[in-house]
């Protein structure tokens, strides 16, 4: 889910550096289903130049022939003027939300000792950001829809994640499982958006649409120039890495009494390169007038979270400090896909393994220990020691 270069966003400097951030904070979310939105891609084109969303700028590099040049045809004070709109709202969502949990963040004051209440504070503040993020989201799904439409644009790819099956009723997940059931606000605001977009296609077929559900993107470009650059609590591998350039003191493992081979959370990692390439083969599928289409973007193999630590430190040389606590709420046991659709439509499958992942990342982060405000690689001593 971008032009081949490692730095931050043309969005935030010319226009909007809210909205330039909260594209970076959600990389793997609305954005990357901006991003191959095709030719005339007044939307495409912009989410291209910023060099924060991950997937996009792995797409970039993955195919600059094919999406290069469509990325050059701009259109950007349409978009512009829109993200100029969403960022004037974003002061009157922000006071409605926290109207609404004044009464709540009261009730907490008087149940609770003072350091269990400032953990609850700081839970509430990042809920209450999670939930502007996703209203964020919402309103920029429909806002693309709404320019894309005025543009005569209807190809669209959506990034959408695992996490609208919510906790699975079978394994390993196939297209046809149940959605809906999502177990946190990410889950329900992508789950909404592809309520939306069917919507959108029964009302208008002449649209083109491919949602990608995304398992877990880790990793980074081999170059190690393209990486995550998490502005929020990071998931499970940017975690461990920041771990071992010294950011974070230690990862709290989530849990280890689930019902999975070591009682951790089992999950299917993708490198996010793979996700790339599965953009472009859904942007070939989009051109072919495929209407709405879904497909899983995942390995088929499951791993815990104890498999991740240890991949991840034997990859970097050193061990990933790590303690464990109780399960977060929301976490199911295990999800891993059926991946076998999207190899038969798209002549697509994840091919890097995790190895590969553990040791592309672990050279991002050496390399950028401070993301994309990091001056080039500062951790000479970088190196990849041991095979996984
Ligand atoms: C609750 C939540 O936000 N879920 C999102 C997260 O899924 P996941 O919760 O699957 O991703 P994650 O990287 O946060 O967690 C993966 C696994 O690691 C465990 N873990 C994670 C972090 C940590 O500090 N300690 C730890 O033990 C966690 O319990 C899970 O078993 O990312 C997905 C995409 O990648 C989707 O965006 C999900 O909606």
Not at 184 to 198: A, M, Q, R, S, V
Not at 206 to 225: E, T
Not at 253 to 258: A, C, E, K, L
Not at 294 to 321: E, R
Request: charged residues 25%; glycine residues 10%; hydrophobic residues 30%.
């Amino acid at each position: 889910m971008n032009t081949p270069v490692s730095h931050p966003s043309q969005i935030s400097e010319t226009n909007k550096g809210a909205i330039g951030s909260q594209i970076s904070e959600t990389n793997k979310r609305a954005i990357g289903s901006q991003i191959s939105e095709t030719k005339k891609g007044a939307i495409g084109s912009q989410i291209s130049e910023t060099n924060k969303g991950a997937i996009g700028s792995q797409i970039s590099e993955t195919n600059k022939g094919a999406i290069g040049s469509q990325i050059s045809e701009t259109n950007k004070g349409a978009i512009g003027s829109q993200i100029s709109e969403t960022n004037n709202k974003k002061g009157a969502i922000r006071s409605q939300i926290s109207e609404t949990n004044k009464g709540a963040i009261g009730s907490q004051i008087s149940e609770t000792g003072f350091t269990d209440l400032r953990n609850r504070i700081t839970e509430l503040r990042n809920r209450i950001t999670d939930l502007r993020n996703r209203i964020t989201d919402l309103r920029n799904q429909q806002r693309c829809n709404k320019v894309m439409k005025e543009h005569s644009v209807k190809n669209l790819i959506f990034s959408s994640s695992c996490t609208v099956y919510g906790d699975p009723k079978y394994l390993p997940v196939d297209e046809n499982h149940p959605t809906g059931g999502c177990t946190n606000p990410y889950g329900k605001t992508k789950f909404f958006i592809e309520e939306i977009l069917k919507d959108l296609w029964k009302a208008d077929p002449d649209w083109n649409i491919v949602v990608l559900r995304y398992f877990n993107p880790v990793g980074a470009h081999k170059s190690g120039r393209i990486g995550e650059d998490p502005k929020c609590i990071p998931n499970l591998m940017p975690y461990c890495a920041q771990i071992l350039v010294g950011k974070m003191k230690e990862l709290k493992v989530y849990g280890n009494d689930y019902d999975t081979p070591d009682g951790t959370g089992v999950r299917d990692y993708i490198h996010i390169s793979d996700v790339a390439t599965g953009h472009v083969a859904a942007q070939t599928k989009v051109e072919e007038k495929c209407g709405l289409k879904i497909y899983n973007l995942g390995t088929g193999q499951g791993y815990s979270v104890m498999d991740m630590i240890n991949a991840f430190s034997a990859a970097a040389g050193k061990p990933v400090k790590y303690r464990i606590i109780g399960r977060r709420p929301g976490d199911v046991a295990s999800t891993y896909s059926k991946p076998d659709l999207a190899a038969k439509e798209l002549g697509w499958k994840a091919t890097r393994g995790l190895n590969t992942m553990c040791e592309d990342l672990w050279r991002w982060q050496t390399m950028n220990p401070d993301g994309f405000n990091s001056n080039g690689p500062t951790h000479k001593k970088h190196k990849l020691t041991q095979k996984i």
